[in-house]
């Protein structure tokens, strides 16, 4: 019997070598699959530098388009009569509609009305002030509003903010 028993050693010892002979050959199958369908893919610069052509032609042609819109006369709507016009010309006479306008003085800013804060007078002796606590007494006066602080004549409040007009047209504040 030690016949049989080397027999199946020999079995045994070869059948985790087919098993990596197997799988190998299934990764190579596999590498094959891929190769075969990227293949066709392109690749390299050259597939790049057309796609930067092609970038660069549709940029330029955009360019001229916008150059000749803003360059030359043309209809945009003909039975509507709107027309387009250079933007040059557009400019002169947009400075030129402006020039014959007589500038008017910035009016000034109106302040916001301070709100009244009086309370009624209707009130009974011995019931508390509408904005009081609960546990103050009839004896304890309620919190009279705060006095308004008197607005700050200095030479810096009384200027406008950059950029406005002054109120007369030809002085400087």
Do not use: C
Request: cysteine-free; glycine content about 6%; aromatic content about 4%.
């Amino acid at each position: 019997m030690p016949e049989a028993e080397s027999l199946r050693q020999v079995a045994h010892s070869r059948a985790p070598l087919t098993t990596w002979v197997g799988i190998v050959l299934l990764f190579a199958l596999f590498g094959i699959i891929v190769l075969a369908i990227i293949g066709p893919a392109p690749r390299g610069s050259t597939y790049e530098e057309t796609r930067a052509k092609k970038r660069t032609e549709n940029l330029k042609t955009v360019r001229d388009e916008a150059a000749k819109a803003l360059t030359t006369y043309g209809w945009i709507d003909k039975k509507k009569g709107i027309a387009h016009i250079p933007i040059d010309r557009a400019m002169e006479l947009a400075v030129a509609e402006l020039a014959q306008r007589k500038p008017a003085p910035a009016g000034p800013i109106a302040t916001p009305e301070p709100q009244a804060a009086a309370a009624p007078a209707s009130n009974a002796p011995g019931s508390p002030a509408p904005g009081a606590s609960p546990q103050t007494s009839p004896a304890q006066p309620a919190a009279s509003p705060p006095a308004q602080t008197p607005v700050s004549s200095s030479p810096a409040a009384s200027q406008p903010p950059p950029g406005t007009a002054s109120p007369v047209p030809g002085k400087t504040p």
